[in-house]
């Protein structure tokens, strides 16, 4: 069975930093490309980053440009996304994708709340 595992969410004051990994197992990260959404309670899921397959091609929510990055590592088969300079409207709860044709697996989520 296939399992996306997300780490690295917490409380953090405006201002930070948090790193949020998502590891894969039973999947091979390579063949898919990967993606960070998040959500609040009340709203859909919207999608934050993606990060393509061979290219590594990345594309960014207008909201979080300039201040997160996702990356992967193919070998440790893991996703991650940094997320710098924090505001309180980014608390949510942050999943990561990993989507190949009409295939999509999903992780089981991570908090992330911005509050001082």
């Known amino acids: 069975q296939v399992q996306l595992v997300e780490s690295g969410g917490g409380l953090v004051q405006p201002g930070g930093s948090l790193r949020l990994s998502c590891e894969g197992f039973?999947?091979?990260?390579?063949?898919?490309?990967l993606s960070w959404y998040r959500q609040t309670p009340g709203k859909d899921r919207e999608l934050v980053a993606y990060?393509?397959?061979?290219?590594?091609?990345?594309s960014y929510a207008d909201a979080v440009k300039g201040r997160f990055t996702i990356s992967r590592d193919n070998v440790k088969n893991a996703v991650y996304l940094q997320m710098n300079s924090l505001k309180p409207e980014d608390t949510a709860v942050y999943y990561c994708?990993?989507?190949?044709?009409?295939?999509?697996?999903w992780g089981q989520g991570t908090q992330v709340t911005v509050s001082s």
């Open positions: 990060i393509g397959t061979i290219s590594g091609s990345t």
């Open positions: 039973r999947v091979s990260f390579s063949l898919y490309s």
């Open positions: 994708k990993a989507a190949l044709v009409q295939i999509n697996y």
